[in-house]
């Protein structure tokens, strides 16, 4: 089975626990993932024996930190200790054939003959056709887009905001990549980890090219970080609980299997751009969903619970739904003068 991994705070002290149900193993001298992914670099030992070398005899009761009820708290499942603009927030789209019909029932407005496909639709055909390249060679682009950086990252069982200038919030049931930037520049995968990529459908809905910024909002990812993770056919569930009652609960199924692209053709994309390996950053890349809510007439609103669970990937990410108390106000710009 694969390593998990979590990250977790009591006051201003940070922890990280290695996962072994019902138990969490405290790891001696270790206060992120960031500082022992690191440290494997520079000794050159596998990231997973690392880990194994430094656990201790400390153990915490899972399910009383899982449920909020332990001094200690549950941090996303990465960051950058030291400064949150240095962890980027980005993802792929129309990698599934679910975000595909999602997105085409969101823009399309004609019959669904070849001359009437939107854009969405022929990007999708793009990647089904030149998204997994043989070995050596580069496919086709998929569809990239920024999220953010840590700061909008939010851990199980907080809160998923939907702003006063948003028209709507929505999950979006995902694996993400976890990358680190070696001090030579090499893209260094962590790990994987369940996610939830937060987005404002009813406002790309308008248009696709508010897609941009759409996705400019917090999402969550966690709780538990895998090391070199299965992700060939991974099943999972989402769900949608509203005063205490299931409103939306759907099987949903990820990994290279079920995708038009690969992996490697992913990745190859998105750290060919020189300024995505920088030494030191790290990189939380949404791999794209299989399925919407939105996609099925369901709105979220305040107070609605959204789990996530995909096979392998430890416990349930829980979200829950809030939106700003007040209305957006209008930002103005000063001039130096």
């Known amino acids: 089975m694969s390593i998990r991994l979590i990250q977790l705070r009591k006051g201003v002290e940070r922890a990280v626990a290695w996962v072994e149900e019902p138990h969490l193993r405290l790891l001696a001298a270790t206060e992120s993932i960031y ?14 024996s690392l880990a194994g070398e430094k656990a201790t005899g400390e153990v915490l009761d899972y399910d009383s930190v899982y449920e909020g009820g332990s ?14 603009a240095r962890c980027l927030v980005s993802g792929t789209g129309l990698t599934h054939l679910g975000s595909a019909r999602d997105r085409q029932s969101m823009h399309s407005h004609n019959s669904g003959s070849d001359e009437n496909l939107t854009d ?10 030149g998204g997994r390249p043989l070995a050596g060679e580069i496919g086709v682009s998929p ?23 948003a028209e709507d ?12 930037i070696s001090p030579q520049g090499q893209p260094v995968r962590i790990g994987m980890t369940q996610g ?15 897609l941009a910024s759409s996705k400019l909002r917090n999402c969550a990812i966690g709780p538990e970080l895998v090391i070199d993770p299965e992700f060939d056919s991974v099943p999972g569930q989402v769900s949608i609980t509203r005063d205490g009652h299931c409103v939306w609960s759907k099987p949903i199924r990820t990994g290279e299997a079920e995708m038009c692209h690969s992996l490697r053709n992913i990745e190859h994309h998105h750290f060919k751009f020189a300024g995505h390996r920088r030494p030191g950053d790290i990189h939380v890349h949404f791999l794209g969903a299989d399925c919407l809510s939105f996609g099925e007439g369901v709105r979220l609103g305040p107070g609605d619970l959204i789990q996530i669970q995909f096979e392998g990937f430890g416990r349930p990410l829980r979200s829950k739904v809030s939106a700003a108390n007040a209305p957006s106000q209008l930002v103005s710009v000063t001039a130096l003068k």
Do not use: C, Q
Request: glycine share 10%.
């Open 196 to 210: 939830n990529e937060f987005s404002d459908h009813a406002f790309e809905k308008r248009n696709y090219l508010y």
């Open 71 to 84: 001094e200690w708290r549950i941090l996303p499942s990465i960051d950058h200790p030291d400064e949150a």
């Open 169 to 180: 919030g929505g999950e979006e049931a995902e694996i993400a990549g976890v990358y680190l």
């Open 35 to 48: 500082a022992l992914a690191t440290e494997s670099l520079e000794r050159r030992t596998e990231l997973s």
């Open 143 to 165: 569809e990239w887009f920024f999220k953010g950086n840590a700061a909008g990252l939010r851990a199980h069982n907080e809160f998923l905001e939907i702003p006063g200038y």
């Open 120 to 129: 969405s639709m022929k990007m999708f055909g793009w990647g089904r056709d």
